[in-house]
């Protein structure tokens, strides 16, 4: 027996001037064969899972491509190209199953659906292939998608801690098919008109919480796999939106399974559009909370509007400056994206005293902000090379890289400063760079809910804080062209079906 397996990951942000080329790949790490076997082997991630799977059918495995990039904006065309032309070529060279770890929201500059362009052309190649695709929760479903794989699920966490169950389920279900113990499953799956906000999808809060129940239950009664897709609403695409699939022997079954939960999440959709407060009085009540009370751990400050994890430039000031203006002390930020400030806080050197312009570096024409440096005096505490292995329950590990990373420390604040992206989805951000998170009264994250992974452990009161940024959950800040219409809230809706 021989099995592709690949992995191509991205989400695509288009409202964020992040340009995600070939070299944005490369930064995260691209590879093939026995490198990406060494990557990701030991990793809980799907390709891992894929990995063990064949290992245990002791087939011949060949794997032509394994890349992510962090999101940003649309994959460049090339980028395209180079990632999904080896998949295609090792296709066409005969095999007999294909097991993918997809994302299921890249747009690219030529197409709107790089998940569903790249299955179509592998049906093309390949019309009767077994083909095997875990997604990610906030996957954008398309009809291309659903009609040319054999099994298709999606992970029922946020954050991803569950990689390798989800993969492990459509895997084992089409191997089985590959290998001839049960027969090709059917799918079934409703695409509702709802543009769920990223902020309202995490998987231990309604209403996520209630979806994700209703989807175990369908699983409980027989079902192969049932999926909720909360879906990314940063894409300014056609087939944006929530969307629901099922897997099973029966397709009556599977359909009516998948009716039932998307009635369900329609039901309440209001509960899935965030509703914003002033980051004045966020960051007040955050300092009343932590001054003077000795709550064993830090309070979680959210700056969500600019998390690079869903394409933010990672580098906007609003809500550091905010902070520092009401006087917080012991704060530990991660992280700044700044190049330039690391390369002067390295040619300084550690415990050098400097005035630095850290940040805003980036301007944001999808929203109309211009980048606005903050300028911070303070004292280079510590330097390094910015590489780190994930020990938490996400990306487990997996190897980060950073890149060169310096801490800032001014006014009661120490500021993680990188020169790659990275969203803060583990505390080896901090330990990595000698700071104990856990130590400190305010621990201020440019992220969403993938820092659930890692600091909700250590969080004795968690405050999001609006900022600015292309990650924002404002849509009255957004220029949605695309989308199909009319899709809630952006219209008021009754109805979906």
Excluded at 136 to 164: A, F, S, W
Excluded at 220 to 229: E, I, M, Q
Excluded at 345 to 355: D, L, P, Y
Excluded at 451 to 474: H, I, M
């Amino acid at each position: 027996m021989k099995l592709v397996l690949a992995m191509m990951k991205h989400e695509t942000n288009t409202f964020s001037p992040i340009v995600t080329d070939w070299a944005r790949f490369e930064a995260w790490g691209v590879y093939t064969g026995q490198a990406a076997i060494e990557a990701y082997g030991k990793t809980n991630m799907p390709l891992g899972v894929y990995l063990d799977l064949a290992r245990q059918a002791k087939a011949e495995v060949v794997l032509p491509m394994a890349a992510e990039a962090m999101p940003g904006g649309r994959v460049t065309a090339d980028a395209y190209k180079r990632l999904s032309d080896p998949i295609l070529e090792a296709v066409a060279k005969g095999c007999d199953g294909c097991l993918l770890d997809l994302h299921g929201a890249m747009v690219t500059e030529e197409t709107e659906d790089g998940e569903g362009t790249l299955l179509e052309r592998i049906r093309a190649i390949a019309p009767n292939l077994p083909i095997a695709v875990t997604l990610d929760l906030h996957c954008n479903l398309t009809e291309k998608m659903v009609k040319n794989c054999t099994g298709l699920i999606g992970y029922k966490t946020y954050p991803h801690v569950d990689m390798d169950i989800v993969s492990r389920q459509i895997g084992t279900r089409v191997m089985d098919f590959i290998l001839g113990n049960k027969p090709a499953p059917v799918m079934a799956w409703r695409k509702l008109p709802l543009m769920s906000q990223t902020l309202c999808q995490g998987t231990d809060d309604e209403p996520m919480k209630s979806a994700i129940h209703a989807c175990r239950e369908e699983e409980a009664k027989g079902l192969v796999a049932a999926t909720v897709f909360g879906s990314f609403a940063l894409a300014d695409i056609h087939d944006v939106g929530t969307a629901v699939i099922t897997v099973g022997e029966d397709f009556t079954a599977a359909n009516a399974a998948a009716q039932r939960i998307a009635d369900g999440i329609w039901q309440v959709r209001d509960q899935h559009i965030y509703k914003h407060r002033d980051l004045k009085e966020s960051v007040a009540e955050a300092r009343q909370i932590a001054t003077g009370q000795n709550l064993g751990g830090p309070v979680i400050l959210l700056d969500h509007a600019d998390n690079c994890g869903s394409g933010g430039s990672q580098d906007v000031m609003t809500v550091i400056a905010e902070v520092l203006r009401q006087g917080l002390e012991d704060v530990a930020v991660g992280a700044v994206w700044d190049p330039e400030a690391v390369a002067q806080m390295q040619k300084a050197g550690v415990g050098a005293e400097i005035t630095i312009d850290l940040g805003g570096k980036t301007n944001l024409p999808s929203i109309g902000e211009k980048g606005e440096p903050l300028r911070l005096t303070g004292r280079v505490r510590t330097l390094t090379d910015g590489e780190w292995i994930v020990r938490g329950p996400m990306y487990n590990g997996y190897k980060v890289m950073m890149g060169p990373t310096a801490v800032f420390e001014t006014g009661g604040m120490q500021i993680v400063v990188v020169s790659r992206h990275h969203e803060p989805w583990d505390i080896g951000v901090f330990t990595s760079v000698g700071i104990d998170p856990a130590a400190k009264r305010y621990v201020l994250l440019k992220s969403r809910i993938h820092y659930r992974a890692g600091f909700a452990p250590l969080a004795k009161a968690t405050f999001t804080l609006d900022g600015v940024g292309v990650t924002t959950s404002d849509n009255t800040k957004l220029d949605y062209k695309h989308v199909r219409r009319p899709i809630y809230p952006l219209d008021r809706l009754n109805d979906w079906t």
